[in-house]
């Protein structure tokens, strides 16, 4: 009770607060009483951005001190005449380079520096933005002061702006340090969706020096929706969470607290947008699948993760389990951002004791990963491959001590996709570089990383997988498969250190698929494949998730038309989620003709269809949501949302379509496309098409599928 009259007793509290009083605002044309030497800062406050500079912003009025005059090179002070410190606090509005005495302002009292601030940021990036900051100045009240901006800095960041420096009875910002006892699963947040809102929090685990993680939070007042850092694997320790945000957000601040639930939870996987078999996070935005790999009956589904909003930020290791590949249970991310900076893309393997040279006890999964550096909050770390490991079967992944194992070799250089090579012996990384360049390394222990080669995979690039199929499905005679994010390969042979490509690139993967993966030591000898569906089409806007994985596939090689293809397949695990099936045999269908399909209601469901290759009509398939075209071209041998002809296998065409909440993806004889939609009000689910003649089914199935969630 008492907590919740608080914010209304602080009301009149704050209303009887004595205005602030302004030491300097920078506006009118002149510096007045205070002097500049040097360049840097002109002759005369700015009126906004100078020649050369990003966009200025978030300073209050019509002026600033802009220490851009000549560039990053130019140096110069600016000294204010002596005032009587009166207020509890000294605010201002800072932006520039975070160089502490190079870039700074100077609070002097008796001749001597008592307090100093810089700017904001100390490398490329970031943006001329002016944030709040200041002092606590109690103990000065009734001293006289003065204060001194210097800008001695050179080269990248080296100047500092100012404005609206004001004498206050509270802090514009709140400077936060709060430990919390981590006796519930989550720590929540209240944010919105308004990117630029982000601020930056440190988490701390059991007073440690170095933070466990960092995270850019969009808080707020009135939140979108709630958001949360996962601390299932922390319970019954202490987190120390510490920051700055605005006065403004006192309010928000007090609410972000540990909890079993988080608010809006039991809507979770009921909102209106929500993918029903298809994997998306609870939470915040997806892109690559990560970390692939299969042990001991769990299908293992890491994946590149910001957990605080619908975009792209903040890369996490998000993680989920499954035992079926459709039912998938979150769990806490295995890797977060550190000083290592983002956790990019890599992969996951099962490491049997004694294989690698990492401090683990037996059997082992071990993830490669890309720590970019570049999002480092600490200066000098590059884009290095780094690994972790995990010997509680995925739930806890411990970053290796000696990382990184491969330092910053060229370019991007990310996405390391690690297996196990038996005739050499040697654990082997496919990385990529840039454009279409990836290198190989071998190592004997996953510690120690040797370069053995390069490929290209003409018009691909980033996100490389590696590995050999049997043609037919008869180990006799196999081939390699180099794989990009767009789904290009090159086929050829791999001896353990060069990939030799012998055709390509292929294709056989289309649409909003990217950036996918297969599965490493998956059953069978299965290659099990997972993509991430980018968004190429209405996004998911307003949801508190955003985007999805590709239904999971089975990919094999197979010798089609004029030479070896790969071949995807849905996984035969999606078959238990079919509810009801409708079945036609010999169906023809003629245009103008009364459709079976009618009457379907639609919902989640599974088209299954084999037709006949060379029906008479001009385009024939089915349609979907009136819109959405999935049509057979006999003239040109296309089919809608694949690139070039397709080969009819026996004279026919093997159909399967999945269409979900938001979602469609068609396999046609091993080729895979998908995209994203919104399902038409009063459109009809799903319709036959027969243009200008007739189509034939040897079969027609349409299965209405289970939701996973319920
Ligand atoms: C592909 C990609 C990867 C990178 C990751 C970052 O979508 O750009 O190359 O590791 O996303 O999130």
Same mark, same amino acid.
């Given at each position: ?14 209303? @009887?607060? *004595? ?19 040097? +360049? ?5 406050? *700015? ?90 100045? @109690? ?13 001695? &800095? ?9 404005? =609206? ?34 601020? &930056? ?22 939140? $979108? ?6 601390? *299932?694997?922390?319970?019954? &320790? ?38 029903? !078999? ?25 994946? =590149? ?18 035992? $079926? ?14 000083? +290592?900076?983002? %956790? ?45 490991? @995990? ?40 990385? !990529? ?12 222990? %996953? ?12 018009? $691909? ?41 012998? @055709? ?19 059953? +069978? ?8 569906? &980018? ?37 035969? +695990? ?29 919902? =989640?469901?599974?088209?299954? *269809? ?101």
């Amino acid at each position: 009770m008492l907590s919740r009259l608080l914010p209304l007793l602080l009301i009149p509290a704050a209303a @009887s607060a *004595a205005s602030d009083l302004v030491v300097m605002d920078f506006e009118g044309d002149s510096f007045g009483a205070w002097k500049a030497s040097g +360049e840097a800062f002109g002759k005369a406050p *700015a009126k906004g951005t100078l020649d050369g500079q990003m966009p200025v912003s978030g300073f209050v009025g019509q002026g600033l001190l802009n220490g851009y005059h000549g560039g990053d090179d130019s140096t110069g002070s600016l000294e204010s005449p002596a005032f009587k410190i009166e207020r509890k606090y000294l605010n201002f509005l800072i932006g520039g380079g975070k160089f502490p005495g190079e870039t700074c302002m100077d609070l002097l009292v008796d001749g001597k520096v008592v307090r100093t601030a810089s700017g904001l940021y100390d490398r490329p990036g970031g943006a001329e933005r002016l944030e709040w900051q200041g002092w606590d100045t @109690s103990e000065l009240i009734g001293k006289s002061a003065t204060l001194r901006v210097t800008d001695k &800095r050179k080269g990248t960041w080296g100047h500092i702006n100012l404005d =609206q420096i004001v004498q206050s009875d509270a802090p514009k910002v709140i400077e936060i340090k709060q430990e919390f006892a981590v006796n519930g699963r989550y720590l929540i947040w209240p944010v919105t969706r308004d990117a630029s809102q982000k601020r &930056r929090f440190f988490t701390y685990l059991d007073g440690a020096e170095q933070p466990l993680l960092y995270s850019d939070i969009c808080l707020t007042n009135n939140p $979108d929706f709630w958001v949360f850092t996962d601390l *299932a694997n922390y319970q019954g &320790r202490k987190i120390t969470v510490t920051g700055s945000v605005p006065g403004g957000l006192a309010d928000a601040w007090s609410k972000v607290k540990i909890s079993d639930t988080y608010p809006g939870e039991e809507e979770t996987y009921r909102e209106a947008l929500r993918p029903q !078999y298809h994997f998306t996070s609870r939470r915040g935005w997806l892109n690559d699948p990560n970390g692939l790999v299969w042990k001991d009956g769990t299908w293992h589904l890491f994946y =590149q993760h910001n957990p605080y909003n619908h975009n792209w930020d903040n890369m996490t290791w998000g993680h989920a389990t499954s035992t $079926d590949l459709f039912h998938w249970k979150e769990q806490p991310s295995g890797l977060f951002p550190d000083a +290592e900076g983002y %956790m990019y893309s890599g992969s996951g393997i099962f490491a049997p004791k004694g294989s690698t040279g990492l401090p683990v006890k037996g059997d082992a999964l071990v993830f490669t990963y890309t720590a970019n550096g570049n999002h480092s909050y600490a200066p000098d770390h590059k884009v290095v491959q780094s690994v972790a490991y @995990s010997e509680d079967g995925g739930k806890t992944l411990t970053k290796f001590a000696g990382n990184p194992v491969l330092p910053h070799v060229e370019a991007e250089n990310r996405d390391p996709k690690v297996f196990w090579h038996a005739p050499t012996k040697h654990w082997i990384m496919p990385l !990529y570089y840039d454009r279409s360049d990836y290198g190989i390394y071998s190592s004997p222990d %996953m510690v120690k990383w040797e370069k053995t080669g390069d490929y290209k995979i003409p018009t $691909d690039g980033e996100c490389p997988d590696l590995y050999e199929l049997p043609v037919g499905g008869s180990p006799k005679e196999t081939r390699w498969i180099a794989w990009g994010a767009q789904g290009k390969y090159m086929l050829g042979s791999f001896d353990g250190r060069q990939f030799k490509a012998e @055709s390509g690139p292929h294709h056989h993967y289309f649409g909003a698929a990217y950036a996918g993966q297969t599965y490493d030591n998956a059953p +069978e000898h299965r290659r099990v494949h997972i993509g991430w569906m &980018r968004d190429g089409g209405p996004g998911l806007n307003g949801a508190p998730f955003n985007l999805q994985m590709t239904i999971p596939m089975d990919f094999t090689l197979r010798r089609q038309g004029d030479g070896l293809r790969l071949w995807a397949e849905p996984v035969k +695990e999606v078959e238990a989620l079919r509810a009801d099936t409708k079945e036609w045999k010999d169906l023809v269908f003629e245009s103008g003709q009364t459709d079976p399909l009618n009457d379907f209601k639609g919902g =989640q469901f599974e088209v299954e *269809a084999v037709i006949d290759a060379n029906s008479n009509a001009s385009e024939l398939g089915f349609r979907i949501f009136d819109e959405h075209a999935a049509l057979w071209k006999p003239s040109d041998k296309t089919f809608s949302g694949t690139e070039g002809p397709q080969a009819a296998v026996d004279g026919k065409l093997k159909v399967r379509i999945f269409v979900d909440t938001v979602s469609m993806e068609v396999f046609v004889n091993g080729t895979f496309t998908s995209k994203y939609l919104r399902q038409t009000p009063g459109a009809k689910p799903l319709r036959l098409v027969a243009n200008g003649g007739q189509v034939k089914f040897d079969s027609l199935k349409v299965h209405t599928l289970k939701s996973v969630w319920k």
